[in-house]
């Protein structure tokens, strides 16, 4: 229903968020979990496979700890860097984090059922196996780089599902959406780093914004990559006909409605744990005493 291509926050890392300042985002997630208090939405997210990606992108969060002290402080975090980072991205976290930033009063009733009821049809459960499977198997750099270059052979050869997935993914606007949510990411990140107290003299918000806007095209490249080559993967066991009631069901109200609200979840997620992972940084930059 929804892929989110997330990216590494600064120009030059790869694709894939404590101090009081660090754990901002977190004192406004859900107190009450979705399985308690709405079981309806929770099975549609259930079903979706929402909660097994949140789990994921915990993990690709995790992994990006490495490179973020290599870039920034390098030797300097170590174990309690890592175990920050860890912290931030635990799967009860992340749970808490996308329900909190979920709008629960803009789906209706018909909505929730229409796309549960398709994802628990045998198709349904075909992608989104496909799509959980892909973006498990994404965690290694290397798969990625074996998926795109399938996606630059399928250009060259015209394969006609290109065509399916330049529709679905039109219909959706998961390019312009990614690419955005990536952006503000970035930017995110650096107001975290900035408000960490990582730099001495303080970057104005119209260079940070020049910064940011400079990268779109490089964004835009690798966001296109990714998104085709992830679908190509998380499809291969899917048949056209089950991909074009996939497109269909995106085009109904309840489609347009759920990919609306799953967006606006994960982009204020996203955006929160960007923060809280710059404002982490910064300790480390400064070099406090953690």
Do not use: C
């Not at 993990?59 to 175990?83: D, R």
């Not at 995106?250 to 967006?263: C, D, H, I, M, Q």
């Amino acid at each position: 229903m929804i892929h989110i291509v997330r990216k590494v926050l600064l120009r030059g890392f790869t694709l894939a968020a404590m101090m009081n300042i660090a754990l901002s985002s977190l004192a406004s997630a859900q107190d009450t979990p979705f399985e308690t208090h709405r079981p309806d939405l929770h099975r549609m997210l259930s079903a979706i496979g929402m909660y097994d990606i949140l789990t994921i992108m915990g993990t690709e969060g995790i992994n990006m700890a490495p490179e973020i002290e290599a870039q920034l402080f390098p030797g300097l975090g170590g174990t309690p860097w890592q175990e920050r980072v860890e912290q931030l991205h635990t799967p009860a976290e992340m749970t808490s984090l996308f329900e909190g930033a979920f709008d629960q009063n803009t789906l209706s009733e018909q909505h929730i059922t229409e796309v549960t009821t398709f994802a628990q049809t045998p198709a349904g459960l075909r992608i989104i196996t496909g799509e959980v499977a892909a973006r498990q198997t994404f965690l290694d750099q290397t798969e990625v780089e074996a998926a795109i270059e399938t996606f630059f052979a399928a250009v060259e050869a015209g394969d006609p599902r290109l065509e399916i997935l330049t529709r679905f993914n039109q219909i959706n606007g998961l390019v312009e959406r990614n690419v955005l949510g990536a952006l503000n990411l970035r930017l995110a990140f650096f107001n975290g780093l900035i408000d960490g107290g990582a730099f001495d003299n303080e970057m104005s918000e119209e260079m940070m914004l020049a910064e940011v806007w400079s990268q779109e095209a490089e964004v835009r490249r690798t966001t296109v990559e990714w998104l085709f080559a992830f679908q190509l993967l998380a499809y291969a066991q899917v048949t056209n006909a089950e991909l074009e009631s996939y497109v269909t069901l995106s085009e109904t109200e309840a489609g347009r409605a759920v990919n609306a609200a799953l967006f606006a979840a994960f982009d204020q997620m996203l955006a929160d744990l960007s923060y809280d992972t710059g404002a982490a940084a910064a300790i480390f930059i400064v070099g406090e005493d953690t």
